[in-house]
């Protein structure tokens, strides 16, 4: 067994993510997205898809790139037209 490194829980069937050079170990989906999955800047939820980045600066939506920066933001496009 091994113990979640967000919640503490020793489970047996924990798992380890590998990302970055680092090893990391979760009970569950919800304790790996806490710990691994980036904020967005403009409305401040996960971001649990792919996510935009612009000028180093992620939002989950093009929607939110655009209000977090208008001047930049109306050259981000959705990749599925509305």
């Excluded at 091994?2 to 069937?13: F, I, K, P, Q, S």
């Excluded at 710990?35 to 989950?60: F, K, S, T």
Aim: hydrophobic share 35%; net charge negative.
């Amino acid at each position: 067994m091994a113990t979640c490194e967000v919640c503490g829980n020793d489970y047996e069937l924990s798992f380890e993510v590998h990302a970055q050079g680092s090893v990391h170990t979760f009970d569950s989906f919800e304790c790996a997205i806490t710990r691994m999955a980036p904020i967005c800047e403009h409305c401040e939820c996960r971001i649990l898809g792919h996510g935009m980045e612009v000028d180093r600066h992620w939002y989950c939506s093009a929607h939110c790139a655009r209000a977090a920066d208008p001047e930049r933001g109306t050259q981000v496009r959705d990749s599925v037209p509305a």
